[in-house]
């Protein structure tokens, strides 16, 4: 981003992925690069690139009435990463899937690079 203030870029987005994953240079991200499909993050990992994000991007995805299931737009029993058996503050299944009743529909979105880029573009300023 050229100024602080400055709202990020999908260019801005798909670098900090990049730098993070630490994909190679020659690795096309587009908007509509899958995180889980297309990049292998997942679980554990997609969690702590979106905590990444927050503090990279100095924005808060669970401030108040725009908390997560707001900010990405998830619907009920749907989360933005597979789970790895536990609870996650942006959306893996975790416990509840585990000891989910057989009849419980989950789903896990096909989330993208395009939409990360938006949800840091719409959610609140965080405090540090």
Do not use: H
């Amino acid at each position: 981003m050229d100024s602080k203030d400055a709202e990020p870029t999908f260019n801005d987005v798909a670098e900090f992925v990049r730098d993070w994953a630490r994909l190679p240079a020659k690795k096309q991200i587009t908007p509509d690069t899958q995180f889980e499909r297309d990049l292998g993050i997942t679980g554990d990992d997609g969690d702590e690139l979106l905590q990444a994000a927050q503090k990279r991007f100095k924005v808060n995805f669970t401030d108040g009435d725009n908390g997560v299931r707001t900010i990405f737009k998830l619907g009920p029993n749907e989360y933005l990463f597979n789970s790895e058996g536990f609870p996650s503050p942006f959306g893996g299944g975790g416990i509840i899937t585990l000891f989910s009743t057989p009849d419980t529909n989950f789903t896990v979105r096909a989330f993208t690079i395009g939409e990360l880029c938006v949800a840091i573009q719409k959610a609140p300023p965080s405090d540090s």
